[in-house]
C-alpha cells in the first residue's frame, strides 16, 4: 500500500493559483500512475488530471486544460498539482491517488487515496 498525504488547500480569488502537493510512502516503488481528482459537494467524484510516473506522460480533464499542470518529483515522492486561472466552479476537495497496477492514464481505478483537501475558489 501507498500512503498519501495531501497540502496546499485554501481560499482563493478568481483569477488566482494554488500548488497542491501529495507526498507518497510506503511502497512507493510499485506506483504506476498517480492522479488529482476533485469532488464538489453534492457531486461525484470527478478524473481531474493524471502523470505516468516512468514516462512523465500527462492526461488532463478538459476544462483544466491549459490551467491546470500536473508534475511530480520522484526522489520526493511526490505529485503536484499547479492551478492557475481558477474559477468558483473549480471549488472542491481534492484528492490524490496512487496506482499500481496500470500505467493507463486512462484507466480510473486507483489503489490508494489520500484524504483530500479542500479548495475554496470565491467570486
Known amino acids: 500500500q501507498v500512503q498519501l498525504v495531501e497540502s496546499g488547500g485554501g481560499p482563493v480569488q478568481a483569477g488566482g493559483s494554488l500548488r497542491l502537493s501529495c507526498a507518497a510512502s510506503?511502497?512507493?516503488?510499485?506506483?504506476?500512475?498517480m492522479g488529482w481528482f476533485r469532488q464538489a459537494s453534492g457531486t461525484q467524484r470527478e478524473f481531474v488530471a493524471a502523470?505516468?510516473?516512468?514516462?512523465?506522460?500527462?492526461r488532463y480533464e478538459d476544462s483544466v486544460k491549459g490551467r491546470f499542470t500536473i508534475s511530480r518529483d520522484k526522489a520526493k515522492n511526490t505529485v503536484y498539482l499547479e492551478m492557475n486561472s481558477l474559477k468558483p466552479e473549480d471549488t472542491a476537495v481534492y484528492y490524490c491517488?496512487?496506482?499500481?497496477?496500470?500505467?493507463?492514464?486512462?484507466?480510473?481505478?486507483?489503489?490508494?487515496w489520500g484524504q483530500g483537501t479542500q479548495v475554496t475558489v470565491s467570486a
Open positions: 491517488a496512487a496506482d499500481t497496477s496500470s500505467n493507463s492514464l486512462y484507466a480510473l481505478r486507483y489503489d490508494s
Open positions: 502523470i505516468n510516473w516512468a514516462t512523465f506522460g500527462t
Open positions: 510506503g511502497r512507493t516503488f510499485s506506483t504506476t500512475k
